[in-house]
């Protein structure tokens, strides 16, 4: 499975931005997808995920701000940024997990994402 992320780009804060996520693969197939970030210096961290039933989760701190959605007929899936700050400047990587016999982990090159003060 091949992850393409796109839609970084610079903004200013109190903007929008809205990411893709195109899988080479349905993703019907596709126990979770999600979004992580990693700014400099910092460990990457959980926006969200989407598993294949629809059902979304998100980071505590992300709530409100952030809305990951997926339309399967695309096998995409979206993260849609609003209110943006300078404190959400990272990377975003787009990530999908595969539960079946054994656990497989998939990882996009990742999207940056500069938000300007």
């Known amino acids: 499975v091949q992850l393409q992320a796109s839609g970084g780009g610079v903004v200013q804060a109190g903007g929008s931005l809205r990411l893709s996520c195109v899988s080479s693969?349905?993703?019907?197939?596709?126990?979770?997808m999600g979004w992580f970030r990693q700014a400099p210096g910092k460990q990457r961290e959980m926006i969200a995920t989407?598993?294949?039933?629809?059902?979304?989760n998100y980071e505590d701190s992300m709530k409100g701000r952030f809305i990951i959605s997926a339309v399967n007929a695309k096998n995409t899936v979206y993260l849609q940024m609003n209110s943006l700050g300078p404190d959400d400047s990272a990377v975003y990587y787009c990530?999908?997990?595969?539960?079946?016999?054994?656990?497989?982990?998939?990882w996009g090159q990742g999207t940056q994402v500069t938000v300007s003060s």
């Open positions: 693969a349905s993703i019907y197939g596709l126990s979770f």
């Open positions: 990530n999908a997990v595969q539960l079946m016999a054994t656990r497989r982990e998939y």
């Open positions: 989407i598993d294949d039933r629809g059902i979304t």
